[in-house]
T-cell receptor, first 115, second 108 residues
Framework: EAGVAQSPRYKIIEKRQSVAFWCNPI?????LYWYQQILGQGPKLLIQ????????DSQLPKDRFSAERLKGVDSTLKIQPAKLEDSAVYLC?????????????FGSGTQLSVL | KNEVEQSPQNLTAQEGEFITINCSYS?????LHWLQQHPGGGIVSLFM???GKKKHGRLIATINIQEKHSSLHITASHPRDSAVYIC??????????FGTGTSLTVIP
């Protein structure tokens, strides 16, 4: 079974530039999450999709971050414009079950450095 | 204050030692997950538990719902166990909360 695919693996940009990350979840997984993990901290939820609808985006900085999952499969996360404090690993995760039995499958992440 | 607290933050052990990582949480949960993150790698789910104890190879996870506490034990630790171990809980509102992780280094 193929895992969660993310690209690019690494990205270096200057502040005020734009950047986009891509995620392809495990086939059949309806739920997709984007997390931001700053060095030394645990993952922080940015947005949760159920199919192509947004379930929770309460912690997404909507003035600069946007995400979409138009066909309910793969998803893109965009930052425009980037700030220095956006330097982090951006993790995508998917799951097939909701409720008690939900198990998350994570991608390898995209490591973003904003200079 | 974080909903999930882990201790210790960093842990160095000699190969073969018995290791314990602790997790305390403050929210009502439906499940608790232990995750493993290798440097430069993605996160792998080790255990998901809502009561009692689970064992997989040299790894054992326990949870005490009344005390809102879980432990991850590694028996006969090995250098390949070196990683960051993250405790995550899913609350009754279906939201995940993550601890900041315990960085484990096992020295040969």
């Amino acid at each position: 079974e193929a895992g969660v695919a993310q690209s690019p693996r690494y990205k270096i940009i200057e502040k005020r530039q734009s950047v986009a990350f891509w995620c392809n979840p495990i086939s059949g997984h309806a739920t997709l999450y984007w997390y931001q993990q700053i060095l030394g901290q645990g993952p922080k939820l940015l947005i949760q999709f159920q199919n192509n609808g947004v379930v929770d985006d309460s912690q997404l900085p909507k003035d600069r971050f946007s995400a979409e999952r138009l066909k309910g499969v793969d998803s893109t996360l965009k930052i425009q414009p980037a700030k220095l404090e956006d330097s982090a690993v951006y993790l995508c995760a998917s799951s097939s079950l909701q409720g008690v039995g939900e198990k998350l499958f994570f991608g390898s992440g995209t490591q973003l450095s904003v200079l | 204050k974080n909903e999930v607290e882990q201790s210790p933050q960093n842990l160095t052990a000699q190969e073969g030692e018995f290791i314990t990582i602790n997790c305390s949480y403050s929210v009502g949960i439906s499940a608790l997950h232990w995750l493993q993150q290798h440097p430069g790698g993605g996160i792998v789910s080790l255990f998901m538990l809502s009561s009692g104890k689970k064992k997989h190879g040299r790894l054992i996870a326990t949870i005490n719902i009344q005390e809102k506490h879980s432990s991850l034990h590694i028996t006969a630790s090995h250098p390949r166990d070196s990683a960051v171990y993250i405790c995550a809980v899913k609350n009754t509102g279906n939201q995940f909360y993550f601890g900041t992780g315990t960085s484990l280094t096992v020295i040969p």
